[in-house]
């Protein structure tokens, strides 16, 4: 079936750093979706990406879509301590037969240190 | 902002007892859906639902699950017999179509002793 890696695991830095967590799949993907997971919370959705080679902004945060549609990531410029939390790529599988479905990847998580 | 509500917020219950957890999914949303998540893991799709049937399930989705939507407004997720290892964070999720981003609920933490 359809897997999601997702890398690094734990990602620490010193606030006002970058931050990249990278996503791929072992199939190709319809789209692909990121969520953040405050801890002690739950998924909150961030962004979709549909298009090969799409690249979408949200203030410190862009966003990319392969171009194979295999492969995302997530780029934070200027790292705040309000990032903190678990990163999530999931992706929905390309041919419509997913219903819907997203399979997560096993997510990031990150520590800003002030 | 409309919310997916989930109750209970914490179950606990002994091994081999019926549980059933409780969702109410945003009102003009077609696809419903669970997932479950294991302190501090990965969030693993359960089952999604859509027209009043199940479209698809995963490998974990036994013959001990099973989903209802009762009234056209709850959508339920029942575990049998349960076991130690259904253990987790069961995070009910809707979305307005099969192509749309999930709004999640805050979850039902569930304690099997």
């Known amino acids: 079936g359809q897997q999601v890696m997702q890398i690094p695991q734990y990602q620490h830095v010193q606030e006002g750093e970058d931050f990249t967590t990278y996503c791929n799949s072992s199939?190709?993907?319809?789209?692909i979706q990121w969520y953040k997971q405050r801890p002690g919370g739950h998924p909150v959705f961030l962004i979709q990406?549909?298009?090969?080679?799409e690249v979408k902004k949200q203030k410190r945060l862009t966003f990319q879509f392969g171009e194979a549609k295999k492969n995302s990531s997530l780029h934070i410029t200027a790292t705040q301590t309000t990032d903190v939390g678990t990163y999530f790529c999931a992706g929905r599988g390309a041919g419509g037969t997913s219903y819907g479905k997203l399979t997560f990847g096993q997510g990031t998580i990150l520590t800003v240190h002030p | 902002e409309p919310e997916v509500t989930q109750t209970p917020s914490h179950q606990v219950t002994q091994m081999g007892q019926e549980v059933i957890l409780r969702c109410v999914p945003i009102s003009n949303h077609l696809y419903f859906y669970w997932y479950r998540q294991i302190l501090g893991q990965k969030v693993e799709f359960l089952v999604s639902f859509y027209n009043n049937e199940i479209s698809e399930k995963s490998e974990i989705f036994d013959d001990q699950f099973s989903v209802e939507r009762p009234d056209g407004s709850n959508f339920t997720l029942k575990i049998r017999s349960t076991k130690l290892e259904d253990s987790a964070m069961y995070f009910c999720?809707?979305?307005?179509?099969?192509?749309?981003?999930?709004?999640f609920g805050s979850g039902t933490r569930l304690t099997v002793v």
């Open positions: 999720a809707s979305s307005e179509t099969g192509s749309h981003g999930y709004t």
């Open positions: 199939t190709t993907l319809s789209n």
């Open positions: 990406l549909v298009k090969s080679g």
